[in-house]
């Protein structure tokens, strides 16, 4: 182990569920190896106004069951800069911290990484988005509880589309990933489900809505992630009611709804697993890496094998099965 002495950790980009449950594992695992531990409010923006708190065991103290991050987060354009960057170091170093702890998804890390290879100052990260899109790791925090928050409004709407005779739209988020829409879309049974990775033209959709339609079903549900080349739900709906007016048409936008809520049970026990596991790496010489499972293990993954390497990919047999099972 080494002699680091003081560590922070901080939230930075899209909040997600588990990120408390994550933020804990760091305060209480530092402390009992010794270490002070001070939290960094709002992510690179307090880190530049110097908006830092030491933290004790009871400064994270019933917090695992709540959603969101209570040490905030904010979008920082400063901290791009060569300016900001110095006052957020001098602003560390007058806190006597000397590692840290990034919590929050590849524009964290992007930052993270020209931060610390610029100051030399060790960095561990934590995916913490509900897009599940950082490679690296085969879940992030937040992504399950995300998609179980879509799965249970699937299942509502479908209950007011079946009364109805209704076909529902529903937007969820993933602008450049589907894994909500994918995952969500099966477990809740969808009709079809779009993506930003495939390319579903709107005749073949209305083929497979036709096809439910001679089979006799009452309702349908389509699953839109909002990255579609379509253009999302509304768009994707209008053109659908242009040419196919068996259903009365709605559409449902679950938007920020799928960022907040108490974290399943998973998310609570992964974020505390990668925070636990980002303070060990730190006090045993790592730095520039991500903390991920895979495999049910964790791993450490280099931040720019993580950011630049690979190309996040959904799977294959949930993509074939998606279709199949609709």
Do not use: W
Not at 90 to 118: C, H, P, Q, Y
């Amino acid at each position: 182990m080494s002699k680091i002495k003081k560590i922070a950790v901080f939230t930075s980009g899209g909040d997600a569920p588990g990120m408390n449950a994550c933020i804990r594992a760091v305060v209480r695992t530092a402390l009992y190896f010794g270490c002070e531990v001070a939290g960094i409010k709002q992510g690179y923006q307090g880190m530049i106004d110097n908006n830092i708190e030491d933290m004790n065991r009871h400064s994270v103290s019933n917090i695992m069951q709540l959603g969101g991050t209570i040490l905030k987060t904010a979008r920082c354009l400063d901290f791009k800069t060569d300016e900001g960057m110095q006052k957020a170091y001098d602003n560390l170093k007058k806190n006597g911290i000397e590692a840290l702890v990034a919590i929050g998804g590849d524009g964290t890390f992007t930052g993270a990484e020209r931060f610390s290879g610029k100051y030399d100052i060790p960095v561990i990260c934590v995916p913490g988005t509900i897009d599940n899109d950082l490679y690296g790791s085969d879940f992030t925090l937040g992504f399950d509880t995300a998609t179980n928050t879509v799965i249970e409004a699937i299942d509502k709407i479908r209950d007011t589309a079946e009364s109805h005779d209704r076909l529902f739209f529903i937007e969820v988020m993933g602008r450049d990933a589907g894994c909500i829409a994918l995952r969500a879309g099966i477990a809740g049974g969808a009709e079809a489900i779009m993506l930003p990775e495939k390319d579903t033209a709107i005749h073949e959709l209305i083929e497979m809505l036709e096809h439910g339609a001679a089979q006799k079903k009452s309702s349908s549900i389509v699953i839109v992630a909002e990255g579609d080349k379509n253009g999302g739900a509304f768009s994707v709906a209008k053109k659908v009611k242009e040419m196919f007016d068996f259903y009365d048409t709605k559409v449902t936008i679950l938007g920020h709804l799928q960022r907040g809520g108490s974290p399943s049970s998973f998310d609570r026990i992964l974020g505390s697993r990668m925070g636990f596991a980002a303070v060990k790496a730190l006090l045993k010489g790592e730095n520039r890496k991500m903390v991920g499972l895979r495999s049910n293990e964790i791993v450490l993954t280099d931040l720019k094998e993580a950011l630049t390497d690979h190309e996040f990919k959904l799977e294959e047999d949930l993509m074939e099965m998606s279709t199949i099972l609709a």
